[in-house]
Nanobody, 121 residues
Framework: QVQLVESGGGLVQAGGSLSLSCAAS????????MGWFRQAQGKEREFVAA???????YYEDSLKGRFTISRDNAKNTVLLQMNSLKVEDTAVYYC???????????????WGQGTKVTVSS
């Protein structure tokens, strides 16, 4: 049984920064890909970023340069640093655990409960 717990969401003004964290337990963390997705109200869940077993990173093109994903295998955590936040970044952010790189939510096996990020203008 894998458990993923996100934290770090909250309310921030446009232009500000937030750092999200996802703590994993239950499996050998270092063997899996970790992804961040987000879902705005009324919209489908969308890919944000992913990090591979050895640290290779992947980003949604529109988020490159503002978002940074990283992982700490010793602490079983994956981080998402979000800078220069925009109102349109408002969403519930989810971390996910999968066996390979994918931008599709259905390819991830385990999900956290989500953490809400609200960016005000």
């Amino acid at each position: 049984q894998v458990q993923l717990v996100e934290s770090g969401g909250g309310l921030v003004q446009a232009g500000g920064s937030l750092s999200l964290s996802c703590a994993a337990s239950g499996r050998t963390f270092s063997l899996y890909y970790m992804g961040w997705f987000r879902q705005a109200q009324g919209k489908e869940r969308e890919f944000v970023a992913a990090v591979g077993r050895f640290g290779a990173t992947y980003y949604e093109d529109s988020l490159k340069g503002r978002f940074t994903i990283s992982r700490d295998n010793a602490k079983n955590t994956v981080l998402l640093q979000m800078n220069s936040l925009k109102v349109e970044d408002t969403a519930v952010y989810y971390c996910a655990f999968g066996s390979g790189y994918s931008r599709r939510p259905n390819d991830y096996d385990y999900w956290g409960q989500g953490t809400k990020v609200t960016v005000s203008s």
